[in-house]
């Protein structure tokens, strides 16, 4: 009798494949059934999204997966996972593993390692576990926020529309753009007057500068003068007049005499009034001293 009859063959054929497809399916969660990595244990208190075969990384390598996760009875509330990570991974102590997620929601475990360079956590250790810490965890946490902003942006976007609806808006706008013109017209006016300006500029320095060759001729001729004999000269013509005023000032001389005798004064002003006394009885008497005849007649 035959061992390996028909149905044997069947069976085996479909025992193969049961294993095949084992095999396969834990090969397609990325668990290596055949690998030797060692197991670490991870405690949550939360794992939403978390899944056996999720990728576990290390400063963003991936080192290992999750095995898989057991809920904890005693005490009750928390999650243990259990990670696979490669054998020539050393997890220093102090060291925590955090759940991350990414803009597709995969969630991943990332660990953060400590700075200890000497204690290093033995296989089957249990690493701390935190919540997550990434950026989407920071976007969850402003969805309150931006939930109470929404009731605001509605009366900003209502403000916004009234204002885009106003009339007045419009016609600053149109206001705008004659400005706009203007000082496009004023620009082309500036540029025409610098084209001006730097055609006429060679000539106004050829004036600046006959100007400024006049100057240092002033200069030069102020200069040459001979300050000491000009002061000199000046200084002999004050002692000259110091000396007429002594003179006029002293009683020689006829000037000083006039200027310092009270008797010639007098005399003086009694010789104009003698002489107003004598003009006013020419005036009043004119025959007392002129005698005129046409037939020659004597005088009395």
Known sequence: MKFFTKEVKIALVAILGIVVLFYGLQFLKGLDV??????????????????????????????????????????????????????QMRIPRGSRAELASDLLGNIKINIILSDDPVNMLEKGDTITGAPEQGVMSKVGGMIPALESMLPKLDSIMASLNMLLADPALRNTLHNVEGMTSSLNVTSAELRTLSSQLNKDMPAMMKKTNCVLDNTQQLTAQLAAIDVATMTAQVNQTLANVEQMTQKLNSNEGTLGLLMRDASLYNNLSATAASA?????????????????????????
Not at 42 to 70: C, E, I, M, Q
Not at 277 to 289: C, E, N, Q, T, V
């Open 34 to 87: 055949f690998s030797s990595d060692d197991s670490y244990y991870v405690t949550f208190s939360d794992v939403s999204g978390l899944s056996a075969s999720s990728p576990v990384y290390a400063n963003g390598y991936r080192v290992g997966v999750v095995k898989s996760l057991n809920y904890d009875y005693n005490p009750q509330g928390s999650i243990v996972a259990e990670l696979g990570l490669d054998k």
């Open 276 to 300: 107003d006394s004598l003009l006013i009885d020419l005036k009043a008497h004119p025959k007392r001293y002129v005698h005129f005849s046409v037939f020659g007649k004597k005088d009395k």
